[in-house]
């Protein structure tokens, strides 16, 4: 697992590879995630970032938090020989483990 504080600007730092992931807000006092709001699953995820940035993003409650000044942090799962439901399942597990905001 790793994780990376992400905003607009850096959005080039990510890998373009196949992952499960979260975004998260950064707690203020410790900097750790808190909060997950998302969990998805992607075969580049430099594109999926930018896509929950962008006003295109369909999900109203991502695209706030997106949107607001909240730090977020992105945590994830390289899975490079994973397919689609291999990724789909992992995304499940994390789904089920996290309290979501988001995710409907």
Excluded at 17 to 26: E, L
Excluded at 73 to 98: G, H, M, T, Y
Aim: glycine share 2%.
């Amino acid at each position: 697992m790793e994780d990376i504080e992400i905003n607009k600007n850096n959005l080039d730092a990510l890998p373009q590879k196949k992952v499960v992931y979260a975004i998260y807000a950064k707690d203020t006092n410790d900097g750790k995630p808190i909060n997950c709001r998302y969990v998805g699953e992607t075969d580049n995820l430099k594109e999926r970032t930018n896509k929950h940035f962008s006003d295109s993003e369909e999900n109203e409650c991502l695209k706030q938090f997106m949107r607001s000044n909240l730090t977020k942090i992105l945590v994830f799962e390289l899975l490079p020989n994973s397919d689609k439901d291999e990724r789909l399942k992992k995304e499940a597990e994390w789904i089920n483990k996290l309290k979501l905001k988001c995710n409907k």
